[in-house]
Nanobody, 123 residues
Framework: QVQLVESGGGLVQAGNSLRLSCAAS????????MGWFRQAPGKEREFVSA????????RYADSVKGRFTISRDNVRNTVDLQMNNLKLEDTAVYYC????????????????WGQGTQVTVSS
């Protein structure tokens, strides 16, 4: 199986930046699409961003376009999420996920998940 571990979460003021990282181990990282999802209290888990195994296909939720950037390094087996101009509504637990296939927006299609990392944006 694929094990995923997120890091980089924390408390940040609105307008500032944060960089999340997800480290993968176990089965081959190559050929797995990677995604970032988030879940706020009382809400369903929602799609944030995803990237194909070769980095050629990238998708973003409308709410984060222009602010967040996803990237991956298949040598180091990591996928990052650079989060700029953070807003109060970005507060959530952020999860890294993987699937063997193309990057999709549905959380139900991802096989492997990290434990999540808390991102809290303050005013």
């Amino acid at each position: 199986q694929v094990q995923l571990v997120e890091s980089g979460g924390g408390l940040v003021q609105a307008g500032n930046s944060l960089r999340l990282s997800c480290a993968a181990s176990g089965r081959s990282f190559v050929r797995h699409a990677m995604g970032w999802f988030r879940q706020a209290p009382g809400k369903e888990r929602e799609f944030v961003s995803a990237i194909s195994w070769n980095g050629g296909n990238i998708r973003y939720a409308d709410s984060v376009k222009g602010r967040f950037t996803i990237s991956r390094d298949n040598v180091r087996n990591t996928v990052d999420l650079q989060m700029n101009n953070l807003k109060l509504e970005d507060t959530a637990v952020y999860y890294c996920a993987a699937r063997l296939g193309v990057p999709v927006v549905s959380s139900k299609e991802y096989e492997y998940w990290g434990q999540g990392t808390q991102v809290t944006v303050s005013s």
